[in-house]
């Protein structure tokens, strides 16, 4: 009897652990499952959001394509602008200078003229002038 006794307490204690673990169990499922409506709630936020700015991306990539494309043209366009531009200029400079360079060719050549009647009238004056070369 003794033996009936102390089995129907360790039965009582027993059963009294498992009711602690089985209300375990039902705070643990209840938690999970309300973390998982969370999740499942914040997952579809963010699949709504992650769809929103992709079809931003694709549309403003498009815009960005046309921005690239009009301001590669425009480029062109400079470019070729300038380079018509200094086609000009290069043109002028090359004449103005040819043209300063016959013209400095006709002064050195009257220069020349001149230095060389002086150096004749200068010569004819032997005795009283005298030319002379510079020794450095």
């Known amino acids: 009897m003794v033996?009936?006794?102390y089995l129907s307490i360790l039965m009582e204690e027993m059963n009294s652990k498992f009711e602690l673990v089985l209300?375990?169990?039902q705070v643990l499922r209840h938690d999970i499952r309300r973390m998982e409506e969370t999740l499942?709630?914040?997952?579809g936020e963010n699949t709504t959001r992650i769809k929103i700015n992709s079809d931003l991306i694709k549309t403003n990539s498009d815009s960005i394509k046309a921005l690239d494309e009009k301001l590669s043209t425009r480029i062109d366009a400079v470019g070729e602008k300038l380079t018509?531009?200094?086609d000009v200029v290069d043109k002028n400079?090359?004449?103005?200078i040819n043209e300063e360079g016959e013209s400095l060719g006709v002064r050195i050549d009257a220069v020349a003229v001149d230095l060389k009647a002086h150096r004749a009238d200068t010569e004819m004056h032997y005795g009283i002038y005298r030319v002379q070369e510079s020794t450095t």
């Open 84 to 86: 018509k531009r200094i």
């Open 93 to 96: 400079l090359t004449k103005r």
């Open 3 to 5: 033996e009936d006794k």
């Open 40 to 43: 499942s709630k914040k997952i």
């Open 23 to 25: 209300e375990g169990h």
